[in-house]
T-cell receptor, first 109, second 115 residues
Framework: TQLLEQSPQFLSIQEGENLTVYCNSSSVFSSLQWYRQEPGEGPVLLVTVVTGGEVKKLKRLTFQFGDARKDSSLHITAAQPGDTGLYLCADSGTYKYIFGTGTRLKVLA | NAGVTQTPKFQVLKTGQSMTLQCAQD?????MSWYRQDPGMGLRLIHYSVGAGITDQGEVPNGYNVSRSTTEDFPLRLLSAAPSQTSVYFCASSHAGDSNTGELFFGEGSRLTVL
C-alpha cells in the first residue's frame, strides 16, 4: 500500500515569510495533485503534475515534482493570511486516490 | 453553481443506529467517491463508483454500503454505527478516465458523531 508522508505536520509563520512543505511517497506517483482545504470546507485542487522534474507556478505558489516522481515540494513566497489551511498531496493516477496526512499552515497577520 | 451537495452537515447517532449520508452532483461526473477525514490521518477512501450500477471498495470499506442508481447520486449507508465511525465524511466527484487531471470536486462535508 502506497504511503504519502507530508512534512512538517504543522507550520505557523508570520505574514511575508517564505515556506516549503514536502510530500514523500513510498512508491512512484502515477500523477500528483496538491489540494488546499480551509476550515469547514472540502479540499480544492491547486495543481496537478505528471512529469518528473516538472515545475509549476500558481501566483506565489511553486510546485516541484521530483525527478524520480517519488517526492514533491510546495513553496510559498511571501505568505499571506489567506494561505492559511490544510495542504494535502494526493496520488491521482488511478480511481483509488491516496492522500497524504497533510500540512496545517497558519499565517499570522 | 451547486457542484457537490452533501446532507446532512451534522448528525449525532447512537451506537447501533443506521443512517444514510446523501451526496448529489450536478456536473454529470462519472466518478464519485466517499472519504472520511480523521485528525492526523488525511483523507481515506471508503467506496467509489465509476458510473451508474458500478461500485468498488476503497481503503476502509468495512461498516459502509454504497449504491449508484443514477449518475447524480451516491449515498453512503452506515449499517450499524460504531464510535469508531465518528468522523468528517466527504463526497467527491470527477470526470472518470481523465488521466491528465482527475480533479476531484468535494462537497462541504458531513460531521458524524456516534455516541
Amino acid at each position: 500500500t502506497q504511503l504519502l508522508e507530508q512534512s512538517p505536520q504543522f507550520l505557523s509563520i508570520q505574514e511575508g515569510e517564505n515556506l516549503t512543505v514536502y510530500c514523500n511517497s513510498s512508491s512512484v506517483f502515477s500523477s500528483l495533485q496538491w489540494y488546499r482545504q480551509e476550515p469547514g470546507e472540502g479540499p480544492v485542487l491547486l495543481v496537478t503534475v505528471v512529469t518528473g522534474g516538472e515545475v509549476k507556478k500558481l501566483k506565489r505558489l511553486t510546485f516541484q515534482f521530483g525527478d524520480a516522481r517519488k517526492d514533491s515540494s510546495l513553496h510559498i513566497t511571501a505568505a499571506q493570511p489567506g494561505d492559511t489551511g490544510l495542504y494535502l498531496c494526493a496520488d491521482s493516477g488511478t480511481y483509488k486516490y491516496i492522500f497524504g496526512t497533510g500540512t496545517r499552515l497558519k499565517v499570522l497577520a | 453553481n451547486a457542484g457537490v451537495t452533501q446532507t446532512p452537515k451534522f448528525q449525532v447517532l447512537k451506537t447501533g443506529q443506521s443512517m444514510t449520508l446523501q451526496c448529489a452532483q450536478d456536473m454529470n461526473h462519472e466518478y464519485m467517491s466517499w472519504y472520511r477525514q480523521d485528525p492526523g490521518m488525511g483523507l481515506r477512501l471508503i467506496h467509489y463508483s465509476v458510473g451508474a450500477g458500478i461500485t468498488d471498495q476503497g481503503e476502509v470499506p468495512n461498516g459502509y454500503n454504497v449504491s449508484r442508481s443514477t449518475t447524480e447520486d451516491f449515498p453512503l449507508r452506515l449499517l450499524s454505527a460504531a464510535p469508531s465511525q465518528t468522523s468528517v465524511y466527504f463526497c467527491a466527484s470527477s470526470h472518470a478516465g481523465d488521466s491528465n487531471t482527475g480533479e476531484l470536486f468535494f462537497g462541504e462535508g458531513s460531521r458524524l458523531t456516534v455516541l
